[in-house]
């Protein structure tokens, strides 16, 4: 089984920055993509961010393209997501993923996290 634990959300300011971090226990994930993704209230889940975890191919979505930047600590097991220039928008329960590929799709991923939640005021 598989553990993805995210961590580093809360109520920010517009303009602000955070760090999200996902650490992964149980089987090994070396050669899983990590992903974001993202759900605001009554909205469907939606694509942030995703990271190959051997060649470090990234994709982001256009919504967050240039605000955030994904990364992964493979020593750590974790994956992060920083958030810059934050937006009311991007208010939402942002989830970690797992899968074997970076497609940006919630059904092509097997493990998730329980979702941390940002809220970001104007």
């Known amino acids: 089984q598989v553990q993805l634990v995210e961590s580093g959300g809360g109520l920010m300011q517009a303009g602000g920055s955070l760090r999200l971090s996902c650490s992964a226990s149980?089987?090994?994930?070396?050669?899983?993509?990590r992903a974001w993704f993202r759900q605001a209230p009554g909205k469907e889940r939606e694509f942030v961010a995703a990271?190959?975890?051997?060649?470090?191919?990234?994709n982001y979505a256009d919504s967050v393209k240039g605000r955030c930047t994904i990364s992964r600590d493979n020593v750590k097991n974790t994956v992060y997501l920083q958030m810059n220039g934050l937006k009311p928008d991007d208010t939402a329960v942002y989830f970690c993923?797992?899968?074997?590929?970076?497609?940006?799709?919630?059904?092509?991923?097997?493990?998730w996290g329980q979702g941390t939640q940002v809220t970001v005021s104007s």
């Open positions: 990271i190959s975890w051997i060649e470090s191919y990234t």
């Open positions: 993923a797992a899968g074997p590929t970076i497609l940006p799709v919630a059904r092509a991923y097997n493990f």
């Open positions: 149980g089987r090994t994930l070396s050669t899983s993509t």
